[in-house]
């Protein structure tokens, strides 16, 4: 099987094609193509002679060129030009070329396919033109040496990018980014600062994992969402700022953040039917003091701040209408909770909230919720925060293991 670059002639989409083959079925719109037809009309749109087979040898590099495809470099060479004949740089076409430190890519290129340049362990620099419009996944992973680069102004995803380069330190997001995909900069452990452009609209998941010298971050106005496990494991990470436009927060998007003091989740983030603050999300942080839900978050997720043993006091507001299990277990420094909280068994396990404040609570009397007085004969309402006093109310003993009534 030989696969080549092919272009379907219905609906126009790139693909790679099995060129040993007659007829194939679009992997983007299920239609019937003839091989032949979809392989020279991608070499039409991108002015490519077909009949062309280059193969380039000499000043201690070997290229192997098809029709404007870079296939393999076998050479030895450091530093290395691509020609100017090359219009798309093969998958893994220069994968694992252990001893390459410099590339210049020439202003032909249009494409560079998956791990174009994966494994290559010493490149420290590489000239992206802007005649660049697609980078696949993967292409730069495992570049240890990789510290700095600029990308082209024309791409507008980064998907699987820089996985596992951890030599990287700094890098520009051109205007044109609209997607910082899963694993975009994964375990880039040596990456300290970033910025995003106004472009950006979704941080995806895993985009920033792993970034354990990220010390911050600025999310721009633009992101809307963002992904699960994004800023997991920044164990540097102090601060970060969400901005109104985002409107939800995916699961472990920040847990294990352990330097993490301070965050604010702004009115927006809010859902219909999908978890807003999603499960995991802050757990682990052990550092966040603080925090604040602003009105129109409805609900929390599982273990949502779970093991935030520095949280000393949080406020639920009256948006929220569900909280998932152990939303605040462990949360050993917990201790004023203000909020309109429906049901308490699980959520506060294990933090001096659910062992010291409430029995008191119960036993004065006082609103659970607030602690505040009952006024009222036939139905009590708190005087503070205007809840009732539930008729049947069950509070777990964390050193019985029993439920019992209050």
Same mark, same amino acid.
């Given at each position: 099987?030989?696969?080549?670059?092919?272009?379907?002639?219905?609906?126009?989409?790139?693909?790679?094609?099995?060129?040993?083959?007659?007829?194939?079925?679009?992997?983007?719109?299920?239609?019937?193509?003839?091989?032949?037809?979809?392989?020279?009309?991608?070499?039409?749109?991108?002015?490519?002679?077909?009949?062309?087979?280059?193969?380039?040898?000499?000043?201690?590099?070997?290229?192997?060129?098809?029709?404007?495809?870079?296939?393999?470099?076998?050479?030895?060479?450091?530093?290395?030009?691509?020609?100017?004949?090359?219009?798309?740089?093969?998958?893994?076409?220069?994968?694992?070329?252990?001893?390459?430190?410099?590339?210049?890519?020439?202003?032909?290129?249009?494409?560079?396919?998956?791990?174009?340049?994966?494994?290559?362990?010493?490149?420290?620099?590489?000239?992206?033109?802007?005649?660049?419009?697609?980078?696949?996944?993967?292409?730069?992973?495992?570049?240890?040496?990789?510290?700095?680069?600029?990308?082209?102004?024309?791409?507008?995803?980064?998907?699987?990018?820089?996985?596992?380069?951890?030599?990287?330190?700094?890098?520009?997001?051109?205007?044109?980014?609209?997607?910082?995909?899963?694993?975009?900069?994964?375990?880039?452990?040596?990456?300290?600062?970033?910025?995003?452009?106004?472009?950006?609209?979704?941080?995806?998941?895993?985009?920033?994992?792993?970034?354990?010298?990220?010390?911050?971050?600025?999310?721009?106005?633009? !992101?809307?969402? @963002? /992904? +699960? =496990?994004? &800023?997991?494991? %920044?164990?540097?990470?102090? *601060? #970060?700022? $969400?901005?109104?436009?985002?409107?939800?927060?995916?699961?472990?998007?920040?847990?294990?953040?352990?330097?993490?003091?301070?965050?604010?989740?702004?009115?927006?983030?809010?859902?219909?039917? !999908?978890?807003? @603050? /999603? +499960? =995991?999300? &802050?757990?682990? %942080?052990?550092?966040?003091? *603080? #925090?604040? $839900?602003?009105?129109?978050?409805?609900?929390?997720?599982?273990?949502?701040?779970?093991?935030?043993?520095?949280?000393?006091?949080?406020?639920?507001?009256?948006?929220?209408?569900?909280?998932?299990?152990?939303?605040?277990?462990?949360?050993?420094?917990?201790?004023?909770?203000?909020?309109?909280?429906?049901?308490?068994?699980?959520?506060?396990?294990?933090?001096?909230?659910?062992?010291?404040?409430?029995?008191?609570?119960?036993?004065?009397?006082?609103?659970?919720?607030?602690?505040?007085?009952?006024?009222?004969?036939?139905?009590?309402?708190?005087?503070?925060?205007?809840?009732?006093?539930?008729?049947?109310?069950?509070?777990?003993?964390?050193?019985?293991?029993?439920?019992?009534?209050?």
């Amino acid at each position: 099987m030989r696969l080549v670059s092919a272009k379907c002639p219905n609906c126009g989409a790139n693909f790679k094609i099995d060129s040993t083959k007659d007829a194939v079925i679009c992997e983007y719109c299920g239609s019937a193509i003839i091989v032949e037809k979809a392989i020279n009309n991608y070499n039409v749109t991108n002015n490519i002679n077909a009949g062309v087979v280059n193969i380039y040898t000499g000043n201690g590099a070997d290229f192997v060129i098809r029709a404007g495809s870079l296939e393999k470099y076998n050479g030895s060479s450091s530093d290395v030009i691509v020609p100017d004949e090359v219009y798309i740089i093969s998958t893994s076409s220069f994968s694992g070329c252990r001893g390459l430190k410099s590339v210049k890519i020439s202003g032909s290129v249009n494409t560079i396919e998956n791990s174009a340049f994966a494994n290559c362990i010493s490149l420290e620099n590489i000239t992206i033109p802007n005649s660049v419009t697609s980078i696949g996944s993967k292409v730069f992973e495992f570049c240890n040496s990789l510290k700095s680069i600029s990308l082209p102004t024309s791409i507008k995803c980064i998907d699987f990018l820089f996985e596992n380069c951890y030599g990287l330190t700094n890098i520009s997001i051109p205007s044109s980014v609209t997607l910082i995909g899963k694993n975009a900069f994964k375990n880039c452990k040596n990456l300290k600062n970033i910025t995003m452009p106004n472009s950006v609209t979704s941080i995806g998941n895993n985009a920033f994992s792993g970034c354990t010298n990220l010390t911050s971050i600025t999310i721009p106005n633009s !992101v809307t969402s @963002i /992904g +699960n =496990n994004a &800023f997991s494991g %920044c164990t540097n990470l102090t *601060s #970060i700022t $969400i901005p109104n436009s985002v409107t939800s927060i995916g699961n472990y998007a920040f847990s294990g953040c352990i330097n993490l003091k301070n965050i604010t989740i702004p009115d927006s983030v809010t859902s219909n039917n !999908v978890t807003s @603050i /999603g +499960n =995991n999300t &802050f757990s682990g %942080c052990t550092n966040l003091t *603080s #925090i604040t $839900i602003l009105n129109s978050v409805t609900s929390i997720g599982d273990y949502a701040f779970s093991g935030c043993t520095n949280l000393t006091s949080i406020t639920i507001p009256k948006s929220v209408t569900s909280i998932g299990d152990y939303a605040f277990s462990g949360c050993s420094s917990l201790s004023n909770v203000n909020g309109n909280i429906k049901n308490f068994i699980g959520l506060f396990h294990n933090t001096p909230f659910y062992k010291d404040i409430l029995p008191k609570r119960a036993s004065a009397g006082l609103c659970l919720y607030c602690g505040n007085k009952y006024k009222g004969l036939i139905k009590k309402i708190c005087t503070n925060c205007g809840e009732a006093k539930p008729k049947d109310y069950y509070l777990y003993e964390p050193e019985t293991s029993y439920l019992i009534e209050l």
